[in-house]
């Protein structure tokens, strides 16, 4: 399973949902989405402007864990 660490990294940077979400362009509702590993895939456009905006690579937001199950 494909976890997405942005909450971490929002913490790290100090950045609330709401400011992330304006400065990426995409709605807060799919931001908790991502945010909350809920989504199923994620365009490379907002992958890279999430990492412009934190100041990370994509490795930073996505981790593989072996083993883990989806919750559906």
């Given at each position: 399973?494909?976890?997405?660490?942005?909450?971490?990294m929002?913490?790290k940077?100090?950045?609330?949902?709401?400011?992330?979400?304006?400065?990426?362009?995409?709605?807060?509702?799919n931001?908790?989405?991502?945010?909350?590993?809920k989504?199923?895939?994620?365009?490379?456009?907002?992958?890279?402007?999430?990492?412009?905006?934190?100041?990370?690579?994509?490795?930073?937001?996505?981790?593989?864990?072996?083993?883990?199950?989806?919750d559906?």
């Amino acid at each position: 399973m494909i976890v997405v660490n942005l909450d971490v990294m929002m913490a790290k940077r100090k950045i609330s949902a709401g400011e992330l979400a304006d400065k990426i362009g995409i709605t807060p509702a799919n931001l908790s989405i991502l945010k909350n590993n809920k989504a199923k895939a994620i365009r490379f456009s907002t992958l890279e402007e999430i990492c412009k905006v934190l100041n990370c690579q994509p490795g930073d937001l996505l981790e593989y864990r072996k083993g883990e199950q989806e919750d559906e």
